[in-house]
């Protein structure tokens, strides 16, 4: 990636990160309600990031050289129990066998963090796009 990307990648965060230290309780309260969607409620399978749902089937990201697969966990224990790769995230082992949800049904929704979208709603985050 040449260096102007990555000035003008570096410059939007920054706007973005100003613009969602202005953002008030009360709004963050009422988009944390939007959480209770039919569709969340409907989801037998989902993805999360740093966020434990009881009575459901949980899955988190697991990088491989060039994707990410979506790997089941049995409990928050284990969860708190993987080891943190180099983003300081907890990451299931990549020498175990795990269930990936992209071999089987999928996944009804997904949870994940970011710093904002663009027009096309892409999500723009801090990793790797």
Do not use: Q
């Amino acid at each position: 990636m040449n260096s102007a990307v990555i000035a003008l990648k570096r410059a939007l965060r920054k706007d973005i990160k100003n613009r969602l230290r202005a953002v008030t309780p009360d709004v963050i309260a009422a988009e944390c309600n939007s959480f209770h969607s039919a569709d969340a409620r409907a989801a037998e399978t989902l993805s999360v990031f740093l966020l434990s749902i009881a009575e459901k089937n949980c899955y988190v990201p697991r990088w491989t050289a060039d994707a990410m697969e979506m790997v089941k966990i049995a409990s928050w224990e284990e969860y708190l129990s993987l080891p943190v790769n180099r983003w300081n995230i907890p990451e299931p082992p990549h020498d175990r066998h795990m269930e990936n949800a992209f071999d089987a049904e999928g996944l009804d929704l997904v949870i994940m963090p970011a710093m904002g979208f663009d027009e096309e709603r892409n999500r723009i985050g801090h990793g790797k796009g």
